[in-house]
């Protein structure tokens, strides 16, 4: 396949960026999305140009360091991570236009890649259990249900990708905030700090400057792992009741 690129381009977190187009020739459709970014960036190192900064990190959908705003949609047209994307979904002739994420909590460091340490710090202040666990204990001696064992499962599946962030008009950090709540909020492990959790995380969610939510969804469907809109519920339930309890 033959593409044309429009990339964004932005030498550090100071200087004004702005879009750069690129040809590129020899893209098969098997690659990944990150495969056919490395064969252009050979093609420029080739030229003696300065190669695109981009994250990637486990290129298998598991540590979510790959971000990318493609043609408008986080991680591009497809439900799962950028990493993951194939070049099948493009066809000849195409042109795609490759962005950061653009949300005003995550700054651009360089070209394609922004900072996402805001989420670190939201996990620092609450993202935790402190109970000594011990050793591995027997599956079943924990009293956990099965539905709730579940959810909380399929929620820790969130990789801190900040896609819901990037797809979200408000550039709200709602879902991987409420992922985190339910995920601990769920097992008896995680009651103990349960509400004081909560305002924790919170707390430091609006002091990086994350948006509110106003229920426009645009981040559940933006997510690569599925995390369903209703933990937003779960972590304003959370929040109203840790309030009542002082
Ligand atoms: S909730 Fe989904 S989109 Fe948001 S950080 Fe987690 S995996 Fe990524
Ligand atoms: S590089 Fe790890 S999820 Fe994409």
Redesign the pocket.
Same mark, same amino acid.
């Given at each position: 396949m033959k593409l044309t690129l429009k990339i964004w381009r932005q030498a550090n977190a100071s200087e004004k960026g702005a879009l750069k187009t690129y040809e590129l020739d020899g893209v098969s459709s098997d690659m990944s999305f990150?495969e056919m970014l490395d064969l252009l960036n050979e093609q420029l190192l080739h030229n003696d140009e300065e190669p695109v900064a981009f994250d990637?990190? =486990?290129?298998? $959908?598991? =540590? $979510?360091? &790959?971000s990318l705003m493609i043609n408008g949609e986080a991680h591009g047209p497809e439900v799962t #991570? #950028? =990493?993951?994307l194939h070049m099948r979904s493009f066809k000849d002739g195409d042109t795609i236009t490759i962005e950061p994420w653009r949300a005003t909590s995550f700054p651009i460091v360089k070209d394609l890649i922004v900072d996402r340490s805001a989420f670190d710090r939201i996990i620092q202040n609450g993202g935790y259990i402190s109970a000594n666990t011990g050793s591995a204990p027997e599956a079943n001696s924990v009293p956990a249900p099965r539905d709730k064992a579940m959810r909380a499962f399929n929620t820790a599946t969130c990789?801190g &990708?900040g896609a819901c962030v990037a797809a979200c008009p408000n550039g709200s950090a709602s879902l991987f905030l409420g992922a985190k709540i339910t995920h601990l909020g769920e097992l008896p492990q995680g009651q103990p700090e349960r509400y004081s959790r909560v305002q924790s995380m919170v707390g430091q969610h609006d002091a990086e400057g994350f948006g509110g939510c106003t229920n426009i969804g645009e981040c559940a469907a933006a997510c690569p792992k599925e995390i369903p809109l209703d933990v937003i519920s779960q972590l304003n339930k959370d929040l109203r009741k840790s309030m009542i309890l002082g």
């Open positions: 990150l990637s990190d =486990c290129r298998e $959908g598991i =540590c $979510g360091m &790959c #991570t #950028t =990493c993951q990789i &990708c």
